[in-house]
């Protein structure tokens, strides 16, 4: 069966620091792959996604992924993280052929501060 | 356009109880899927439906747990006579075919 790994649970940094969160996933075949954020009290929301093309993907708020398929990778970065970025941050794979089914990782919650 | 709409937001039972989790997709959305969050853990597929036919419930629990979506009205997510361990977060999102996932807010289950 398919996983995603999320190797930080909890990452405390400073603002204007840069952000790196790892993502890995156990599975051989074509996989989208996505990374979520959920701010304190709100519901998850797509920060980007990766289905094919450009392996470096661009996404909301300064946030970026590069899909590394020899890693089997999707690691979210952001150059430079503002208070606001606190949050906790799910990295999710879907199957080509399993519908839509998303698995996610065990996210990492992030706090930055000011 | 108002986004995935669920209800309640949260839910408190008393073992042996049956909760009913709602879940209204996002207009044009005709797939739906519910998603559960365990303290401490990232989110779990349960299953996948579209209108008046379940597609995927591999997640699913074998008992006690069951899901619809109905020609009208929303999503349903019931679970029969609850029991601590589904203290959790329940999570639905729609999607239009072959598009990404939209998420609700949840609905966050207390057993007591």
């Known amino acids: 069966a398919q996983s995603v790994s999320q190797h930080n649970h909890h990452v405390i940094l400073s603002e204007a620091a840069s952000l790196e969160l790892g993502c890995n996933y156990s599975?051989?075949?074509?996989?989208?792959l996505f990374w979520y954020v959920q701010y304190p009290g709100q519901h998850l929301q797509l920060l980007l996604k990766?289905?094919?093309?450009?392996?470096l993907v661009k996404g909301i708020k300064g946030f970026e992924a590069e899909f590394i398929k020899s890693k089997f990778s999707f690691n979210l970065r952001k150059p430079s993280v503002q208070w606001s970025d606190t949050a906790e941050y799910f990295c999710?794979?879907?199957?080509?052929?399993?519908?839509?089914?998303?698995?996610f990782g065990g996210g990492t919650r992030l706090m930055v501060k000011p | 356009n108002a986004g995935v709409m669920q209800n309640p937001r949260h839910l408190v039972r008393r073992r042996g109880q049956e909760a009913r989790l709602r879940c209204s997709p996002m207009?044009?959305?005709?797939?739906v899927y519910w998603y559960r969050q365990l303290p401490e853990e990232g989110l779990k597929f349960m299953v996948y439906?579209?209108?008046?036919?379940?597609?995927?419930e591999s997640g699913m629990p074998k008992e006690r747990f069951s899901a619809e979506f109905p020609k009208e009205g929303p999503s349903i997510l019931r679970i029969q006579q609850v029991v601590r361990g589904d203290s959790a977060a329940y999570f639905c999102?729609?999607?239009?075919?072959?598009?990404?996932?939209?998420f609700g807010p949840g609905t966050r289950l207390t057993v007591t």
């Open positions: 999102a729609s999607s239009p075919l072959g598009g990404h996932q939209y």
């Open positions: 207009k044009g959305h005709s797939h």
């Open positions: 439906l579209q209108k008046e036919n379940i597609i995927d």
């Open positions: 990766y289905f094919s093309g450009d392996p």
């Open positions: 599975y051989g075949g074509t996989v989208n």
């Open positions: 999710a794979v879907n199957l080509n052929n399993a519908g839509n089914m998303l698995t």
